[in-house]
């Protein structure tokens, strides 16, 4: 049907960067939200970043500054540019889209994650 693949993660020290990808495929007529999330060991699940079919955008505000999202609707892509990493932005990072299929059925995706780990 749909599927999310996300790419990019890694092992950084603090002050890198690193450049999050994550390509929706299958079925899809359009996509509304592209978006990141990212979950910590023992902690909750947050939101990190959006953007819209329109190119709105928002943010965490631990990372506005810092993190800058895009996409290309061409290719149904979604990538998130980390710079300045902190040790705190260690975690798997999780891709999600709001999507209409090729039938006219809204769905919520989630990515497999990648994870971004960064050292002191």
Known sequence: QVQLVESGGGLVQAGGSLRLSCTASGSIRSINVMGWYRQAPGKQRELVATITSSMAAN????????????????????????????????????????????????YNYWGQGTQVTVTV
């Open 59 to 106: 943010y965490a505000d631990s990372v506005k500054g810092r993190f800058t999202i895009s996409r290309d609707n061409a290719r149904n892509t979604v990538y998130l540019q980390m710079n300045s990493l902190k040790p705190e932005d260690t975690a798997v990072y999780l891709c999600n889209a709001d999507l209409w299929s090729t039938r006219g059925i809204p």
